[in-house]
């Protein structure tokens, strides 16, 4: 599987945007950018995903960048309850490729 | 739609014992997903299975673990002779179908503690 890299934490303040960023250089022309976050003692949730288009949802938007070697989740506006570790993970959209590789992910903090 | 559904939540067991996890996917859903994580650490894939057929178990340890989801009735992931190393938590993720384009559903987890 193609590796993601991101920064382990990010602050942020209550009611403000966060961009939470993800560089996936190898990524492949079949590769699919999805992005799960865990809240504390909790099993993860999907966010988001996406191939080439930027994605919008109710939760978040995500970025691609033109050559997709990276992207970035933005949460609008952050409340505590979007304090966790947020995972970028790619996954091959050839059928048979299912399990979801989780890395180190990004904790984020959200200052009241 | 209820979600996954992970029991026990919380299970204690001492050294030696079995432990019995089970997983009921969300309706609809024959895609099912076991993943572990370590204290502070992250999660980790351990196997893949459909109804009654292992797809991938590439991250199951080699002795000791074993998972089912047969044709009727919950996935069970089942460790015998547990030692002070399984104390993790177990998560259970559930898909409508196998390809990339779904998102997996988790469960709460159970968090196994071996005594």
């Known amino acids: 599987d193609a590796k993601t890299t991101q920064p382990n934490s990010m602050e942020s303040n209550e009611e403000e945007p966060v961009h939470l960023p993800c560089n996936h250089s190898?990524?492949?022309?079949?590769?699919?950018i999805h992005w799960y976050r865990q809240l504390p003692s909790q099993g993860p949730e999907y966010v988001i995903h996406g191939l080439t288009s930027n994605v919008n949802n109710r939760m978040a938007s995500l970025a691609i960048a033109e050559d997709r070697k990276s992207s970035t989740l933005i949460l609008h506006r952050a409340t505590l309850r979007d304090a966790a570790v947020y995972y970028c993970?790619?996954?091959?959209?050839?059928?048979?490729?299912?399990?979801?590789?989780f890395g180190t992910g990004t904790r984020l903090t959200i200052i009241p | 739609n209820a979600g996954v559904m992970q029991n026990p939540r919380h299970l204690v067991r001492r050294r030696g014992q079995e432990a019995r996890l089970r997983c009921s996917p969300m309706k609809g859903h024959s895609h099912v997903y076991w993943y572990r994580q370590l204290p502070e650490e992250g999660l980790k894939f351990m196997v893949y299975?459909?109804?009654?057929?292992?797809?991938?178990e590439s991250g199951m340890p080699k002795e000791r673990f074993s998972a089912e989801f047969p044709k009727e009735g919950p996935s069970i992931l089942r460790i015998q002779q547990v030692v002070r190393g399984d104390s993790a938590a177990y998560f259970c993720?559930?898909?409508?179908?196998?390809?990339?384009?779904?998102?997996?559903?988790f469960g709460p987890g159970t968090r196994l503690t071996v005594t």
């Open positions: 190898t990524i492949s022309g079949t590769d699919y």
């Open positions: 993970i790619l996954r091959d959209g050839n059928f048979g490729n299912e399990k979801l590789t």
């Open positions: 993720a559930s898909s409508p179908s196998g390809t990339s384009l779904y998102e997996q559903y």
């Open positions: 299975l459909q109804k009654e057929n292992i797809i991938d």
